[in-house]
């Protein structure tokens, strides 16, 4: 007799600032926001690398388990763990200076 096994497919989370884990678990969604709106991701996602900014929500069990306002951070997703860097400085370039080629500068 075989038994079929109809658990759920999860993700699996880690968030991290530059010093700590900030949370540590399994979710059955995560909500964030990047430079197109508001997007989700569940398990079987396809693998993705994103800036993200507002927020990160994380949802288990049809439950809010975490909330996490950030500016910026990078979300790494795949093969159905997601890894979220906090604390990503914005990389803010002067553009006169970026236009400009080093040989001209003085």
Known sequence: MYTIMSQKPVLKVKIRDTQNIVFEGEAERISSFNEVGRFDVFPMHANFISIITKEITVYHNQKLVKEIKVEQA???????S????LGIEALALDEENAETPASAKK
Do not use: G, T, W, Y
Request: proline share 0%; aromatic share 10%.
């Open 82 to 85: 997601a890894h979220i860097f």
């Open 74 to 80: 990078v979300m790494k997703v795949k093969q159905d």
